[in-house]
């Protein structure tokens, strides 16, 4: 008898947790999916290809800035700059890449491309993600740039998705680690990847729709 009880006061409980859910639904689902889909860019954003084109526009701005008579700062397109130094600099962005493109929002770079999903980890590191998706999909990238040390650009992955799926930031920091080419070292953080350039540069800001390289002046 206690266990029929039991029973049914556990079905009581589920019914009754079913109706609270039902009825507050309007507040929770918003947060949860706010935690797990990723929101799409905004439809204004005006992507570029990542080129090899756009790469050697990137690096001739930035050897001119190493010239005595240089510019003291260069303002570079987001795929200039992402052709120059990411595509080098990550795994995911090499030949295997289809369609790389870049942009910027605000303060943040914006990277995306359709690649492959074993490129980002092994099933172990990927976890439910692997089971989920497989072969190529649709992976964009949003991270922060700032000098790390001279001579070092770190660009902080701030937001990672696959398809529609934002990936958590425990695991965006392995995948970082994963698709890293340069080693960080100790003044680069976890979920950063690294970016040698010429100690010439001195900063690096996101802003007007531009990656803007300052130079450092004697």
């Known amino acids: 008898m206690f266990g029929c009880l039991g029973r049914l006061g556990c079905l009581l409980l589920l ?11 309007p507040w929770w689902y918003p947060r949860v999916r706010a935690l797990v889909v990723a929101e799409a860019p ?15 526009r990137g690096s001739r701005a930035a050897e001119r800035m190493a010239e005595k008579t240089g510019p003291v700062y260069a303002d570079l397109t987001p795929a200039e700059f992402a052709a120059w130094q990411l595509e080098p600099a990550m795994k995911i962005f090499g030949a295997s890449a289809a369609n790389p493109e870049a942009t910027v929002h605000g303060d943040t770079l914006l990277l995306r491309a359709n690649v492959s999903v074993a490129e980002l980890g092994d099933p172990k590191q990927l976890g439910p993600l692997a089971s989920m998706l497989d072969g190529r999909q649709p992976v964009l990238i949003g991270g922060r ?22 990936l958590p930031g425990r695991l965006v920091e392995k995948i970082v680690q ?24 001195a900063d690096v800001r996101v802003a007007g729709g531009k990656v803007v390289l300052y130079k450092a002046v004697p």
Do not use: C, Y
């Open 42 to 56: 905004a439809a204004s954003l005006t992507w570029k290809p990542i080129s090899p084109e756009a790469a050697s």
């Open 145 to 166: 740039l700032s000098m790390a040390r001279p001579g070092v650009l770190a660009l902080q992955v701030t937001q990672m998705s696959v398809k529609e799926l934002r």
């Open 15 to 25: 019914a009754v947790l079913a109706v609270g859910g039902w009825f507050t639904k």
């Open 178 to 201: 994963r698709i890293s080419v340069t080693q960080r070292g100790d003044s680069v953080p976890a979920n950063a990847i690294a970016l040698r350039v010429g100690r010439h540069i």
